[in-house]
């Protein structure tokens, strides 16, 4: 079974400050995806990367896909109250009859 | 345009009963995606229908089920409902089946007792 593994599990940081959530795993993804979730609402899709390597940048968020394609990376620069929320990466496999399979998540409160 | 809406919103059940869940995906959009989300598991993949179609399947029991109508309107069914049920239960929609976008609905919440 595919399995992504999200580091930290929980993120309690100041306004302002900077952080790096990991996305990683042993297996190929042909994309990855990262989505934020607030409490009582579906995620909500942020980004999608697909080439190894990549990087996409949407405001204050930066997004990595690593060269091998197992991992990712999502560095949010001088967090705001507003970035709260639960983050999630999803990987679409390579081969079998999963359409995503989704991180473990990061749970973030960034404190005013 | 309108987002995809899923119906109830939330649902207390017994065990041993069955339950239907409702998605409306957004207009247009052909593929919807079935979620169930726990504390426990996070987010994990049921299955997903395109044009009526199962296109892929997430390593659930044969209890969880589901359809989708010719007007892209699907259904998920669990039979025999057991207390590890008990879920957040999310449909995404897509354009189409190998699109990377997808969204997601607010859920249903589903207790079972």
């Known amino acids: 079974t595919q399995l992504l593994e999200q580091s930290p599990q929980f993120l309690s940081i100041q306004e302002g400050e900077n952080l790096t959530v990991y996305c990683n795993s042993s297996s190929v993804f042909s994309s990855l995806q990262w989505y934020r979730q607030e409490p009582g609402e579906g995620p909500v899709l942020l980004v999608t990367v697909v080439t190894g390597g990549e990087v996409k940048k949407l405001k204050r968020l930066t997004f990595q896909f690593g060269d091998a394609r197992k991992d990712s990376s999502l560095h949010i620069t001088a967090a705001q109250p507003g970035d709260t929320g639960l983050y999630l990466c999803a990987g679409a496999p390579t081969s079998g009859t999963y359409k995503y399979i989704f991180g473990t998540g990061t749970r973030l409160k960034v404190l005013a | 345009k309108a987002g995809v809406t899923q119906t109830p919103r939330y649902l207390i059940k017994t065990r041993g009963q069955q339950v239907t869940l409702s998605c409306s995906p957004i207009?247009?959009?052909?593929?919807v995606s079935w979620y169930q989300q726990t504390p426990g598991q996070g987010l994990q993949f049921l299955f997903e229908y395109f044009s009526e179609t199962q296109r892929n399947k997430g390593n659930f029991p044969g209890r969880f089920s589901g359809r989708q109508f010719s007007n892209s309107r699907s259904e998920m069914n669990v039979s025999t409902l057991e207390l590890g049920d008990s879920a957040l239960y999310l449909c995404?929609?897509?354009?189409?089946?190998?699109?990377?976008?997808?969204?997601f609905g607010p859920g249903t919440r589903l207790t079972v007792t």
């Open positions: 207009s247009g959009h052909r593929s």
């Open positions: 995404a929609s897509s354009l189409v089946s190998s699109s990377y976008e997808q969204y």
